[in-house]
């Protein structure tokens, strides 16, 4: 009896490390997930970042080139004339 009481606990055992790695193995392909879309998640939000930096030196040229192009107050005429 007694070899048959420890190969039950045994196989007992074995159940529970089974199934704890089973729970293990489906929380790590969640968080394997949940990286992989983290990761698309900043690449995208990074192209964003570049597209938007861009466009904001276009613009601050722009207002560069404008104000070298515009009319300095010396340049106007008093509202007298």
Known sequence: MSAD?????LAQRLE??????????HWLDTLDEAVAT????????ERI???MQEKLRE?????QEGDAT???PL???PPHY
């Open 49 to 51: 970042n570049d597209l």
């Open 75 to 77: 340049d106007e005429v």
């Open 5 to 9: 009481r420890a190969s039950l606990d």
């Open 59 to 63: 613009q601050q040229r722009a207002l």
């Open 16 to 25: 529970t490390l089974e199934s704890r790695i089973a729970h293990q193995e």
């Open 38 to 45: 983290q990761e698309r998640r900043l690449t995208r939000l």
């Open 70 to 72: 515009a009319p300095g």
